[in-house]
T-cell receptor, first 113, second 110 residues
Framework: DGGITQSPKYLFRKEGQNVTLSCEQN?????MYWYRQDPGQGLRLIYY???????QKGDIAEGYSVSREKKESFPLTVTSAQKNPTAFYLC????????????FGPGTRLTVL | RKEVEQDPGPFNVPEGATVAFNCTYS??????FFWYRQDCRKEPKLLMS???SGNEDGRFTAQLNRASQYISLLIRDSKLSDSATYLC???????????FGSGTRLLVRP
């Protein structure tokens, strides 16, 4: 079955620690995205990548970093510089960016203790 | 002003009711529009794309009014399983970016 997987589902982190969230897709999509969702709010774009070895900042990139070494994988690192990291993180992918619909993974719920 | 605005609800309706959600977008250059459904603590899932001519999928009908920058979703014969948050989505102008509204919550009661 084709789809997007994210791991772990739940993640707890101490303040001051970096943590990496995994996102893998086997849909052969070129574009991948990371969003953050806070309670009662819409999704906000953190980073996106339209092709391997290239990525751009979204609206709230500060305190986050990404890499895109393989088409299938787009990991997100939440660094200690992110001041309020507790949130629901969603990875998505789509055909070649643009106006195509995006398909989401199941999400990672990060809690900073 | 938010780029995509929705009434947060909740809309509390009985089974079998017809319910309509509205959404406005501020960027007149937005090209594509979607409705996503999100269940509690789950990822959003595409419900339907929205076309200028309007489109229907079973009990769901979506309409787009570019002149008024307004999108709607009509759900007929509501089911308990329709209870969820419905997200209105527009592209940011002609770019890759999708702008999500904060969502409208629907509760369908027996």
């Amino acid at each position: 079955d084709g789809g997007i997987t994210q791991s772990p589902k739940y993640l707890f982190r101490k303040e001051g620690q970096n943590v990496t969230l995994s996102c893998e897709q086997n849909l052969n999509h070129d574009a991948m995205y990371w969003y953050r969702q806070d309670p009662g709010q819409g999704l906000r774009l953190i980073y996106y990548s339209q092709i391997v070895n290239d990525f751009q900042k979204g609206d709230i990139a500060e305190g986050y970093s990404v890499s895109r070494e393989k088409k299938e994988s787009f990991p997100l690192t939440v660094t200690s510089a992110q001041k309020n990291p507790t949130a629901f993180y969603l990875c998505a992918s789509s055909i070649a960016g643009g106006d195509n619909e995006q398909f989401f993974g199941p999400g990672t719920r990060l809690t900073v203790l | 002003r938010k780029e995509v605005e929705q009434d947060p609800g909740p809309f509390n309706v009985p089974e079998g009711a017809t319910v309509a959600f509205n959404c406005t977008y501020s960027n007149s250059a937005s090209q594509s529009f979607f409705w996503y459904r999100q269940d509690c603590r789950k990822e959003p899932k595409l419900l339907m794309s929205v076309y200028s001519s309007g489109n229907e999928d079973g009990r769901f009908t979506a309409q787009l009014n570019r002149a008024s920058q307004y999108i709607s979703l009509l759900i007929r014969d509501s089911k308990l399983s329709d209870s969820a948050t419905y997200l209105c989505v527009a592209t940011h102008g002609s770019s890759y970016k999708l702008i999500f509204g904060s969502g409208t919550r629907l509760l369908v009661r027996p």
